[in-house]
């Protein structure tokens, strides 16, 4: 597990989404942060859901086309610096995304 993950985890105590199912390649936990999804010249706020080792669900009010890489920024509030990961949409449910993160 990641440092910031393992941060992240104990922050919450361990509190981990519903169940899901096996296709995922990592467990979810429900977090509330502010992200910032930079999508070419535009700087988009969005609000993150979950968050796992491999990705992220996102409430944004804004259009991203499945496939699209976009950069997203948002801190873990424990002090530690800002995270910025590049990231592909991979789903979309009205204005929740799903994203995943590139290696």
Do not use: H
Not at 40 to 66: F, H, K, P, V, W
């Amino acid at each position: 597990m990641s440092t910031w993950l393992s941060r992240l985890t104990t922050m919450l105590g361990g509190a981990k989404s519903a169940p899901t199912s096996e296709r995922r390649a990592a467990p979810r936990y429900k977090v509330e942060l502010g992200v910032t999804a930079l999508a070419g010249t535009r700087a988009l706020r969005g609000r993150c859901c979950d968050l796992s080792q491999t990705g992220m669900g996102l409430y944004l009010n804004a259009e991203l086309e499945i496939g699209e890489t976009v950069i997203l920024q948002y801190e873990l509030g424990d002090g530690s610096p800002p995270k910025k990961t590049p990231s592909v949409v991979r789903n979309r449910t009205g204005n929740r995304y799903g994203l995943q993160f590139e290696a």
